[in-house]
């Protein structure tokens, strides 16, 4: 086994956070206004970065179910990167880390 590919960490939602997507100011500033709401971030994200997602599906619900994955999604990755972190147990509340 090739030993570099060992030693990689792969997050997870790396793929919906890319810097191809995001301006890592512009999802801090982001997260700073929205703090410390969880969904209002995910639902401000989906409407910035996800609002035209799956716009060719026939099926909405489905499509609307895929734009709220992909924002929960980085949201996760941006707990992943330690830029945000929980501050209840539910996971519901967040703040920007230090």
Known sequence: MNRNKSNKIRF???DQFQPEKFSLLEIIRL???CQPDRNRLEQE???????K???GSSD??????????LAMNCFL?????????NT??????YQLTD
Do not use: M, P
């Not at 994200?45 to 609002?51: E, G, V």
């Not at 209840?88 to 509340?93: C, E, M, T, V």
């Open 53 to 55: 997602h799956s716009g």
């Open 45 to 51: 994200i989906l409407d910035r970065y996800f609002i």
């Open 77 to 85: 990755s941006l707990r992943a990167y330690q830029l945000i972190q």
């Open 88 to 93: 209840n147990d539910a996971g519901s509340k």
């Open 12 to 14: 997870t939602y790396g």
């Open 31 to 33: 997260c700073e206004s």
């Open 60 to 69: 909405s619900v489905l499509a609307n179910d895929n734009k709220r994955k």
